[in-house]
């Protein structure tokens, strides 16, 4: 079964308006998540790290205002699209890497992914 | 900067082929790589992970090898079923849970 969950799996929304994507792990505590972004028919790129209790680390050319990532509990990081535009219609996709007990050392868990349409 | 290329693109196959799909990547010094499969408009499911010192892993009908020194990986999938069809991504990791992705083989069995 999935061991990360992601919500929603998709939204819709108007320009000017934000959006907040959630990130849980099931069953086990993630103290880093990944959070990335795929357009059509291309591959994952990422867009930044999320780290419980502090700042996340944000990849070049990704702006932190725009994404902002909040990692406040050891299972959960949350990405809102701020005054999402067109441009930012995209597939966002969070993971989170094997903790004690849960997965192989090294192995990403993938959340189902958010679609976003941005009106 | 690791760089990371999948061959082919795109491959159809009639059900029951055997069938191998490449991943190539620029720098070997990675800590593992690791095998997904996406459905479209779907997340990624993980398929096999080979650490940086092993050179196979195998999973029901699906065999993946590890060459770090010629940076290539290849995933084999015996007996193909229309079930395959999906795009299969490789992702090398270099430490510090950096993941690159490749940029995907999209997978099409005909029944």
């Known amino acids: 079964g999935a061991v990360v969950s992601q919500h929603p799996s998709w939204v819709i929304c108007k320009s000017g308006t934000s959006v907040k994507i959630e990130c849980r792990s099931l069953d086990f505590q993630a103290t880093t998540m990944f959070w990335y972004r795929q357009f059509p028919k291309q591959s994952l790129m990422l867009m930044a790290t999320s780290n419980e209790g502090s700042k996340a680390t944000y990849e070049q050319g990704v702006e932190k205002d725009k994404f902002l990532i909040n990692h406040a509990s050891l299972t959960l990081s949350t990405l809102t699209v701020t005054s999402a535009h067109p441009e930012d219609s995209s597939f966002y996709i969070c993971?989170?890497?094997?903790?004690?007990?849960?997965?192989?050392?090294?192995?990403?868990?993938f959340g189902e992914g958010s679609r976003l349409t941005v009106l | 900067k690791q760089e990371v290329t999948q061959i082919p693109a795109a491959l159809s196959v009639p059900e029951g082929e055997n069938l191998v799909l490449n991943c190539s990547f620029t720098?070997?010094?990675?800590?593992?790589l690791q095998w997904f499969r996406q459905d479209p408009g779907k997340g990624l499911t993980s398929l096999l992970l080979i650490q940086s010192s092993q050179r196979e892993q195998t999973s029901g009908r699906l065999n993946a090898s590890l060459d770090k020194s010629s940076g290539r990986s290849t995933l084999y999938i015996a007996a193909s079923q229309p079930g395959d069809s999906a795009t299969y991504l490789c992702a090398v990791s270099g430490g510090y849970q950096k993941v690159t992705f490749g940029t995907g083989t999209k997978l099409q069995v005909i029944p």
């Open positions: 993971s989170a890497p094997s903790a004690s007990g849960r997965g192989r050392a090294g192995e990403l868990f």
């Open positions: 720098d070997s010094a990675i800590y593992n």
